[in-house]
């Protein structure tokens, strides 16, 4: 066994969490810690806590960094990821936590933009009538918010437009809506799904627009929960073969046993707020790197990160890796 694989374990069995194949050492010290409390204290799956955790920083990451793969190959944190479980297993609680301090962001954003829209219509309300030295308007304001639940293909382009950072669709049993939209849409969504994973512009003009929207850099996140059931309709409606399901991180834990709770500990409800606090503090200081696009908003001007050496010789490794299993085939 590996040395960190070591330290995984050890540190796991002190915890008293079930083993996970997944490694600890990929996050930083306070967030391991993190994940092992909230696996012991909460029953959090490993593996659908630290994946969660990776969604929400994405999503907060949104356009404002992205890395270079190779030459002009330019790649964003973009995440199509469904925890799939079987019912009781525990998948939403992971997601809320990890989405909460955006959710809480969200939150303010709403609040702040109808005490702007009540400004904005009173003096719009105040200059009826008067045809001469009418002040100038403020401009309308534009809600910003990254968290879309229940939307149409059209709503969500508006969104997206609005906040060009990015958006996030989380949707939990997100089968649901895959079925109800792309009924809606007749494939629109999907289109509109494969095109943003590819980093490609979106251009969509519709007869309720009356200005088209073109979207140079679009940034979706798709997160969601899926009963284990329910995995083959994904296969049974197509998306296997147009490439959507190629863009999924299905994360299925190493075990489908429902662990029993632990008994109530005195100090039970002052971690998980501590622990609540640290990831609220890590979602806004990651959601305060600053994003910035040109005047006409055609083109946002990213932060571009390139691979260290070892990094990109990580990567190559394990990139050839998988080409070479898909050339066997």
């Known amino acids: 066994m590996e040395p960190l694989e070591l330290c995984n374990s050890i540190r796991m069995e002190f915890e008293g969490v079930t083993g996970s194949k997944i490694p600890l050492d990929a996050f930083p010290d306070k967030l391991q810690d993190m994940v092992l409390a909230l696996s012991r204290r909460e029953n959090y799956s490993l593996e659908y806590t630290m994946a969660s955790l990776l969604a929400a920083a994405s999503t907060a990451i949104g356009n404002a960094v992205n890395i270079r793969i190779r030459g002009g190959w330019i790649s964003s944190p973009i995440l199509y990821m469904i925890l799939v479980g079987r019912p009781g297993m525990g998948k939403t609680p992971p997601l809320d ?64 437009d609005d906040n060009p950072r990015g958006v996030a669709v989380y949707v939990d ?52 929960t899926m009963q284990t059931t329910r995995v083959h309709e994904l296969v049974d409606k ?50 305060e790197i600053s994003f910035i696009s040109d005047e006409n908003n055609d083109c946002t001007l990213q932060n571009v990160l390139n691979f260290s050496t070892e990094a990109g010789a990580y990567f190559t490794n394990w990139r050839n890796e998988l080409i070479h299993k898909v050339n066997q085939r």
């Open 97 to 160: 936590f990890a989405f909460r301090p955006i959710r809480k962001r969200d939150a303010k954003t709403i609040k702040q933009f109808k005490a702007d829209m009540e400004y904005y219509d009173s003096i719009l309300e105040s200059q009826k009538g008067k045809k001469d030295e009418r002040p100038p308007l403020p401009p309308k304001p534009i809600l910003k918010r990254t968290i879309i639940s229940d939307f149409t293909p059209e709503a969500l382009i508006r969104a997206l």
């Open 238 to 287: 197509g998306y296997k073969d147009n490439g959507l399901l190629d863009r999924i991180i299905f994360v299925y834990p190493s075990s489908q046993e429902i662990p029993d709770w632990q008994m109530d500990e005195d100090s039970a409800s002052s971690s998980f707020e501590k622990y609540s606090a640290l990831w609220e503090d890590i979602i806004n200081r990651i959601c």
């Open 173 to 224: 049993e997100i089968m649901g809506m895959f079925n109800a939209v792309n009924q809606y849409s007749k494939g629109q969504l999907i289109e509109q799904l494969l095109t943003a994973f590819s980093g490609k512009p979106l251009d969509v003009s519709r007869c309720s627009m009356p200005i088209p929207i073109h979207i140079e850099r679009p940034f979706i996140n798709i997160v969601g």
